[in-house]
């Protein structure tokens, strides 16, 4: 099992910058992918950035050049730097987690999901 802890979401206006977190723990023995996803009221989850063993992004391309995903691979935490953001980003986001267990046995997590609120 993994346990994911976002945190760094809120209320900011147009323009303004937010960034998020995601701690995994738990008995695995090394995390593939953290990535971000995020749900607008009345769509579908939407990739929003990836990162691969903590080297490899990927971004959508409504957030290239303005959202940073990075990890801190001693903490296993990754996070989400929102800059430029736009009511279009409003949204809850969630966490994801690829973690390795064995050689032979991977699992995917979601965190719980931080509300990001963009409006004047």
């Known amino acids: 099992q993994v346990q994911l802890v976002e945190s760094g979401g809120g209320l900011v206006q147009p323009g303004g910058s937010l960034r998020l977190s995601c701690a995994a723990s738990?008995?695995?023995?090394?995390?593939?992918?953290m990535g971000w996803y995020r749900q607008a009221p009345g769509k579908q989850r939407e990739l929003v950035a990836t990162?691969?063993?903590?080297?490899?992004?990927n971004y959508s391309d409504s957030v290239k050049g303005r959202f940073t995903i990075s990890t801190d691979n001693t903490k296993n935490t990754v996070y989400l730097q929102m800059n430029s953001l736009k009511p279009e980003d409003t949204a809850v986001y969630y966490c994801?987690?690829?973690?390795?267990?064995?050689?032979?046995?991977?699992?995917?997590?979601w965190g719980q999901g931080t509300q990001v609120t963009v409006s004047s």
């Open positions: 994801n987690v690829d973690a390795q267990f064995s050689p032979f046995r991977r699992a995917d997590y």
């Open positions: 738990g008995k695995f023995v090394r995390i593939n992918v």
């Open positions: 990162i691969t063993r903590g080297i490899s992004t």
